[in-house]
């Protein structure tokens, strides 16, 4: 059976959607507000800041102590990251699919691009996709269209042919603003009810359903 795939380029988040990063995010969050403020954070709290860029919402939780939440955050995630990181798996399969298949495939994602690709070398993928967009290649961030429209660039293709899979409301909402289809995964940090009421354009909760929406096989 042949299929064609729906959309020629295709970016994903990286956190929650292609590494399951959440115990590791959600632990360094703890970490850095229990050593910096002495202040107990729970997993409900700490999964609500995911997708966002991280100083961003430190200091919109703590002016005052947002940059020292910072460091503290960033110097326990780097050295737990390969003890807590974890593959999802198929992902791994998927995009090695997704290639073979001929479409192109790139990371758009609110981490640094040094801590992104050791997140993707942690869980083995880092051969397998490249990261277009990070933290620093933009002044504005999802759920601001920039970070995607960056990535279009940098692969030189138009948006409106592109899909962006993601974990969280703000990921929908940035392909959304950016003119892609957006697709929504719930393996990861975000509600299912929350991103079913962004309207997206796809809602998967498993690898294989995500698999075979992307490359247009029959019942997806």
Request: glycine share 8%; charged share 25%.
């Amino acid at each position: 059976m042949t299929s064609t795939p729906r959309w020629p380029t295709v970016f994903f988040d990286l956190d929650g959607t292609l590494a399951d990063t959440i115990p590791l995010i959600v632990a360094s969050y703890q970490h850095a507000f229990r050593t910096v403020l002495g202040e107990e954070v729970d997993d409900a709290r700490a999964r609500a800041w995911i997708g966002r860029p991280l100083l961003e919402a430190l200091l919109e939780e703590s002016p005052e102590h947002g940059h020292a939440l910072d460091v503290a955050y960033r110097e326990w995630n780097l050295a737990n990251t390969a003890a807590l990181i974890r593959r999802y798996d198929g992902v791994p399969e998927l995009l090695e699919a997704l290639t073979a298949a001929g479409v192109r495939v790139a990371v758009v994602t609110s981490k640094r691009e040094q801590t992104a690709r050791l997140a993707l070398e942690g869980v083995g993928i880092d051969h397998l996709v490249r990261v277009v967009a990070g933290l620093e290649d933009t002044e504005r961030h999802k759920p601001a269209p920039d970070p995607l429209l960056h990535g279009a660039a940098a692969l030189g293709v138009d948006p409106a042919t592109c899909a962006y899979v993601g974990d969280a409301t703000v990921d929908l909402q940035a392909a959304r603003a950016a003119g892609m289809a957006a697709v929504a995964v719930t393996w990861g940090a975000g509600e299912r009810d929350a991103l079913a009421a962004e309207e997206p354009d796809a809602l998967v909760d498993d690898v294989t359903a995500l698999g075979a929406l992307l490359l247009g096989r029959a019942g997806s």
